[in-house]
């Protein structure tokens, strides 16, 4: 059954009556199809400022009357510079996405429709930014779509023809679109052209001419008065001067008893029922109500820029004849008064073309359109990985999901998870979007459309400890494919013991540890989880600039490695090594040395580094990038929102010789500095900043920063989760990390809180640094002796 929404929102805007007539037309259809539904109005321009609808109402009609010129070369230039089109529409959601976001949280629709494409710019806006996750259609009332009407993240744009689909995709190739009926209200039908003469007072018989351009009135319609006038046959020219009383004025000045001068009309269905044919300029709202009606329409001299485009497109149509002069409007008039059955040809025409579709019924359709999601550019704090990567180091982060023993054998336990991956992924924008990267263009996601789980989960059963190392080192060495969304999951069983292991990876511009972490208790993990909600900046700017300023003369004198240990040129070999620490006795032991759990974590990391190193240790610091996270309020996993999120510290790790105890105490005065010095948000800021550059120039700068030019390892400490998750009802027991390496930089080691237990991840290139697992071991025998020394 189709969904029935209890509230609809529609975005409109008072700037002539044409998009305000498509936003009536939709009302009526809503209010048919969802009886009980509320449907609320915005004014767009009214929400942008109290000055807005004035100004842009003046600026419109100046240009049309005055300045045509401008008006055309402001729309051509739309079409001809595809930057300009993209600028345009980038400022007004920004202007208008802001605003519009308040009304619709005060508001709560169930779906909105857009009839202004300014509102439809601003929904855009907030679309592209994660914040509006609802039905969201726009109504292109003109027949010709200009790239400002139309939108990558709108879920559909009705158009109203197949020529105006084709032009659609020409201004927006990511564009969702499809054929609409005249966006009209019902009384706009055919009516009985007798009844409707007698109803207004008009004699029954003679060759009616209907002419309206807008509410306005503006363009060249006396001219087309005039043109009209000429024709013998002519019994009568109606016109429809709405607001434009001087134009009506001076038309009932010259005392030509076939000229009909109105000024606003309520029944213009019946008006149109009186006419012969309709003469209008714009291609708008006047030219869909007579279609509507059934009615022959000529557009002559047609307004600039959207006006001409429609024109041109309904006469392509065969809904329109075009007339550009007053001679050939005269004799096309002439021509049609003499041959009636021409003109019943063209109102047949009209009528097919409008009795194709019902109108309530394409409206009732949109509260079940699918999401779209257009391209969208990465933020420069998730393209840094994207340009990171080399040959040699891919950029992917993962994790290994080890479950408690369960009965389920593995044919279940895959057709569970490819469940879950079939319901939970379409919630989830990270794990549905493919990345785009062409040389010299700045990447971008792509929504990949429906998800296939065999695409992305793999099986293997083992029988054998062994067996699992060697699956799993074969499966975190190896590039995560980018042809599809970059994240795969392999499901590890040993039907022996009954144990299972998942093996997570994905791309790190698909955002960061926690992140990755949501992501994945969202997908697999039984029970409901909240959505995320983007991150927000915690401080002002106003605060933010001295710290960002002292942060970047910090980084400036802290440039550059102190110890040239374990980096050079980086192979494709990979080892791993994982363990887990009791999380109460790593607690207990970093209170009973007043440090922080991470502080600890890392300071038993300088020890086992220590240890590794051993003779060959030639500095008695060791640098590292300490990734710490930038999001604001509760960071736990389950609020991670998509996306990279973190900044760097860079700390120089002590491993000389010194007691662990004191090698502790170090580590966290040195994670403690950085912070009085603004380093991370001054990290933030200059990432944000290479995002201005263009994309050769930011790829460039990234790959010279993120290496072992500047440090010796990556080392991440992340907070997880304490509370038990279960997965197809089997307790959820260990997570372990898997980071990858920087390009030349032999080390990268994370651990994250789980449950009852701290994981620990350890990747090395065996090419540059020790094997993993000596390194582990080292980090085991730091903690015994720490534990063995309470």
């Given at each position: 059954m189709s969904f029935q929404p209890r509230r609809v929102l529609l975005i409109s805007a008072t700037i002539g009556e044409g998009h305000n007539a498509t936003a009536r037309a939709v009302e009526e259809a809503a209010r048919e199809v969802w009886p009980g539904c509320e449907v609320v109005w915005l004014d767009a321009l009214r929400i942008m400022g109290r000055w807005v609808p004035?100004?842009?109402?003046?600026?419109y009609v100046t240009n049309v009357e005055s300045t045509p010129w401008l008006y055309d070369f402001f729309y051509d230039s739309l079409w001809r510079y595809r930057w300009f089109a993209n600028a345009s529409r980038r400022f007004v959601g920004a202007w208008c996405g802001p605003l519009l976001r308040r009304e619709i949280r005060r508001v709560d629709p169930d779906l909105i429709v857009s009839t202004y494409p300014l509102g439809t710019a601003g929904l855009d806006w907030m679309r592209r930014r994660g914040e509006l996750d609802l039905p969201v259609?726009?109504?292109?009332?003109?027949?010709?779509p200009h790239p400002f009407w139309v939108y990558p993240e709108a879920d559909l744009h009705y158009v109203m023809s197949e020529a105006s689909l084709r032009a659609m995709h020409r201004a927006e190739p990511e564009a969702v679109g499809a054929v609409s009926v005249p966006p009209v209200r019902r009384d706009f039908q055919p009516r009985d052209r007798t009844e409707a003469r007698a109803e207004f007072g008009f004699p029954e018989a003679g060759f009616t001419a209907l002419t309206s351009c807008g509410a306005f009135s503006f363009g060249a319609v006396e001219r087309a008065i005039d043109a009209a006038l000429r024709v013998d046959g002519l019994a009568r020219v109606l016109v429809v001067c709405g607001r434009n009383e001087a134009l009506r004025e001076r038309l009932l000045a010259r005392g030509d008893p076939r000229l009909v001068p109105l000024g606003w009309v309520e029944d213009m269905p019946g008006l149109m029922a009186c006419s012969d044919v309709v003469i209008t300029n714009a291609g708008g709202a006047t030219a869909l109500e007579a279609l509507a009606c059934g009615r022959a329409v000529l557009m002559f001299e047609p307004i600039a820029g959207h006006g001409r485009a429609n024109a041109e497109l309904m006469a392509d149509a065969g809904l329109a004849e075009l007339c550009p002069r007053e001679s050939q409007l005269t004799a096309t008039?002439?021509?049609?008064?003499?041959?009636?059955?021409?003109?019943g040809e063209r109102e047949e025409r009209a009528l097919k073309h409008s009795r194709?579709?019902?109108?309530?019924?394409?409206?009732?359709?949109?509260?079940?359109?699918?999401?779209?999601?257009?391209?969208?550019?990465?933020?420069?704090?998730?393209?840094?990985?994207?340009?990171?990567?080399?040959?040699?180091?891919?950029?992917?982060?993962?994790?290994?999901?080890?479950l408690e023993p369960s009965p389920e054998p593995a044919q279940v336990w895959c057709e569970h998870l490819a469940r879950r991956i079939q319901d939970c992924a379409p919630s989830l924008p990270m794990l549905t979007r493919r990345l785009v990267v062409r040389p010299g263009r700045r990447p971008q996601w792509r929504h990949a459309g429906p998800i296939d789980p065999a695409l992305h989960l793999g099986f293997r059963e083992i029988g054998s400890e062994q067996d699992a190392e060697g699956l799993t080192s074969e499966f975190f060495s190896t590039p995560v494919r980018t042809d599809r969304p970059p994240w795969e999951l392999r499901l590890l069983h040993d039907a022996a013991t009954g144990r299972a292991t998942l093996l997570a990876k994905m791309h790190h511009s698909l955002g960061d540890g926690l992140a990755v972490t949501n992501a994945l208790i969202r997908l697999l993990c039984d029970g409901h989880h909240p959505a995320s909600a983007p991150s927000t900046g915690g401080r002002s700017w106003a605060r933010r600039i001295p710290v960002v300023l002292r942060g970047l003369l910090g980084l400036a004198t802290s440039a550059g490695t102190t110890n040239p240990s374990w980096t050079g040129r980086s192979s494709?070999?990979?080892s791993f090594g994982h363990l887990t620490l009791p999380a109460v006795q790593v607690r207990a032991r970093a209170r009973d040395h007043g440090v922080t759990s991470s502080a600890l974590l890392i300071g038993l990391v300088a020890e086992a580094l220590h240890r590794a190193m051993g003779e060959q240790r030639r500095e008695a610091r060791f640098r590292v990038m300490v990734p710490r996270t930038a999001r604001t309020g509760r960071d736990g996993a389950g609020t991670a929102a998509p996306g990279n999120h973190t900044?760097?510290?860079?700390?120089?790790?002590?491993?000389?010789?010194?007691?662990?105890?004191?090698?502790?105490?170090?580590?966290?005065?040195a994670l403690a500095e950085p912070d009085h010095s603004g380093q991370p948000e001054a990290a933030g800021a200059v990432l944000a900043g290479l995002g201005l550059l263009p994309a050769p120039v930011h790829a460039?700068?990234?790959?010279?920063?993120?290496?072992?030019?500047?440090?010796?390892?990556?080392?991440?400490?992340?907070?997880?989760?304490?509370?038990?998750?279960?997965i197809n009802g089997t307790r959820l027991s260990q997570v372990l990390p898997v980071l990858s390496l920087a390009d030349g930089v032999g080390v990268a080691i994370g651990a994250i809180g789980w449950g009852e237990e701290f994981g620990f991840g350890i990747t090395t290139d065996p090419g540059l640094a020790p094997d993993a697992g000596?390194?582990?071991?080292h980090l085991r025998e730091a903690f015994d002796e720490l534990r063995e020394r309470r």
């Amino acid at each position: 059954m189709s969904f029935q929404p209890r509230r609809v929102l529609l975005i409109s805007a008072t700037i002539g009556e044409g998009h305000n007539a498509t936003a009536r037309a939709v009302e009526e259809a809503a209010r048919e199809v969802w009886p009980g539904c509320e449907v609320v109005w915005l004014d767009a321009l009214r929400i942008m400022g109290r000055w807005v609808p004035g100004a842009f109402n003046w600026i419109y009609v100046t240009n049309v009357e005055s300045t045509p010129w401008l008006y055309d070369f402001f729309y051509d230039s739309l079409w001809r510079y595809r930057w300009f089109a993209n600028a345009s529409r980038r400022f007004v959601g920004a202007w208008c996405g802001p605003l519009l976001r308040r009304e619709i949280r005060r508001v709560d629709p169930d779906l909105i429709v857009s009839t202004y494409p300014l509102g439809t710019a601003g929904l855009d806006w907030m679309r592209r930014r994660g914040e509006l996750d609802l039905p969201v259609s726009a109504v292109v009332s003109d027949f010709a779509p200009h790239p400002f009407w139309v939108y990558p993240e709108a879920d559909l744009h009705y158009v109203m023809s197949e020529a105006s689909l084709r032009a659609m995709h020409r201004a927006e190739p990511e564009a969702v679109g499809a054929v609409s009926v005249p966006p009209v209200r019902r009384d706009f039908q055919p009516r009985d052209r007798t009844e409707a003469r007698a109803e207004f007072g008009f004699p029954e018989a003679g060759f009616t001419a209907l002419t309206s351009c807008g509410a306005f009135s503006f363009g060249a319609v006396e001219r087309a008065i005039d043109a009209a006038l000429r024709v013998d046959g002519l019994a009568r020219v109606l016109v429809v001067c709405g607001r434009n009383e001087a134009l009506r004025e001076r038309l009932l000045a010259r005392g030509d008893p076939r000229l009909v001068p109105l000024g606003w009309v309520e029944d213009m269905p019946g008006l149109m029922a009186c006419s012969d044919v309709v003469i209008t300029n714009a291609g708008g709202a006047t030219a869909l109500e007579a279609l509507a009606c059934g009615r022959a329409v000529l557009m002559f001299e047609p307004i600039a820029g959207h006006g001409r485009a429609n024109a041109e497109l309904m006469a392509d149509a065969g809904l329109a004849e075009l007339c550009p002069r007053e001679s050939q409007l005269t004799a096309t008039l002439r021509r049609w008064v003499a041959d009636p059955q021409e003109v019943g040809e063209r109102e047949e025409r009209a009528l097919k073309h409008s009795r194709s579709a019902e109108f309530a019924d394409q409206v009732a359709a949109l509260a079940d359109v699918p999401r779209h999601h257009g391209p969208r550019r990465l933020r420069a704090q998730d393209a840094f990985f994207v340009y990171a990567t080399t040959p040699e180091v891919s950029q992917q982060t993962g994790a290994i999901l080890r479950l408690e023993p369960s009965p389920e054998p593995a044919q279940v336990w895959c057709e569970h998870l490819a469940r879950r991956i079939q319901d939970c992924a379409p919630s989830l924008p990270m794990l549905t979007r493919r990345l785009v990267v062409r040389p010299g263009r700045r990447p971008q996601w792509r929504h990949a459309g429906p998800i296939d789980p065999a695409l992305h989960l793999g099986f293997r059963e083992i029988g054998s400890e062994q067996d699992a190392e060697g699956l799993t080192s074969e499966f975190f060495s190896t590039p995560v494919r980018t042809d599809r969304p970059p994240w795969e999951l392999r499901l590890l069983h040993d039907a022996a013991t009954g144990r299972a292991t998942l093996l997570a990876k994905m791309h790190h511009s698909l955002g960061d540890g926690l992140a990755v972490t949501n992501a994945l208790i969202r997908l697999l993990c039984d029970g409901h989880h909240p959505a995320s909600a983007p991150s927000t900046g915690g401080r002002s700017w106003a605060r933010r600039i001295p710290v960002v300023l002292r942060g970047l003369l910090g980084l400036a004198t802290s440039a550059g490695t102190t110890n040239p240990s374990w980096t050079g040129r980086s192979s494709h070999a990979r080892s791993f090594g994982h363990l887990t620490l009791p999380a109460v006795q790593v607690r207990a032991r970093a209170r009973d040395h007043g440090v922080t759990s991470s502080a600890l974590l890392i300071g038993l990391v300088a020890e086992a580094l220590h240890r590794a190193m051993g003779e060959q240790r030639r500095e008695a610091r060791f640098r590292v990038m300490v990734p710490r996270t930038a999001r604001t309020g509760r960071d736990g996993a389950g609020t991670a929102a998509p996306g990279n999120h973190t900044h760097s510290l860079s700390v120089d790790l002590p491993v000389g010789p010194m007691p662990l105890v004191w090698r502790i105490r170090a580590v966290s005065d040195a994670l403690a500095e950085p912070d009085h010095s603004g380093q991370p948000e001054a990290a933030g800021a200059v990432l944000a900043g290479l995002g201005l550059l263009p994309a050769p120039v930011h790829a460039w700068i990234v790959r010279r920063i993120y290496g072992r030019q500047f440090f010796n390892a990556v080392v991440s400490v992340m907070p997880g989760r304490r509370r038990p998750a279960h997965i197809n009802g089997t307790r959820l027991s260990q997570v372990l990390p898997v980071l990858s390496l920087a390009d030349g930089v032999g080390v990268a080691i994370g651990a994250i809180g789980w449950g009852e237990e701290f994981g620990f991840g350890i990747t090395t290139d065996p090419g540059l640094a020790p094997d993993a697992g000596r390194l582990t071991a080292h980090l085991r025998e730091a903690f015994d002796e720490l534990r063995e020394r309470r």
